[in-house]
């Protein structure tokens, strides 16, 4: 599995935000510096984090953005599933159409597959994926 570089990104926009939590809001166009990302992308991914409830945003005078909830109770799946729909290793795992249904002994399994793939995204937590590399633990 890889994930999308448009996923990738939101990582990325999260991770920013979330190492302003607590302080000031932020706006588009600081995450886009502080990221290097090109403005339109972070602001297109912005518009769906926000969608998502992972990120609010508030308009005009000290206004900007922010973490909808606590960086510990964001995780890395919710942040895929914001820009890439459900987490599934397979097309025919989200109701996709495959050549070999009638004779796949496999597809059933799929869901279980998928399951674990997304529980252990949802173990991962932006506080985590926003700590510096030299406090991150393993474990």
């Known amino acids: ?3 999308s570089n448009l996923a990738d990104y939101a990582v990325i926009i999260m991770s920013a935000a979330a190492r302003h939590c607590g302080g000031a809001r932020v ?3 600081d995450l886009a510096a502080e ?4 403005a339109p992308t972070v602001q297109k991914l ?3 984090l926000t969608a998502a409830g992972l990120l ?5 005078s000290g206004g900007g953005l922010q973490l909808a909830r606590p960086a510990a109770a964001i995780t890395l799946a919710e942040i895929v599933e914001a820009v890439d ?3 599934a290793l397979t097309a025919c795992a989200t109701g996709g159409e495959c050549g070999y249904d009638h004779h796949c002994t496999v597809r ?3 869901p279980v597959v998928n399951a674990a793939l997304r529980g ?9 994926l926003a700590r510096a590399p030299q406090t991150m633990e393993l474990t």
């Open 120 to 128: 252990a995204l949802a173990e991962v937590t932006l506080s985590r």
């Open 108 to 110: 059933p399994h799929w």
């Open 56 to 60: 609010r945003g508030r308009r005009g």
């Open 27 to 29: 706006s588009a166009g």
């Open 85 to 87: 729909g459900p987490i």
């Open 35 to 38: 990221t290097g990302l090109p």
């Open 1 to 3: 599995m890889r994930l």
């Open 46 to 48: 912005v518009s769906r």
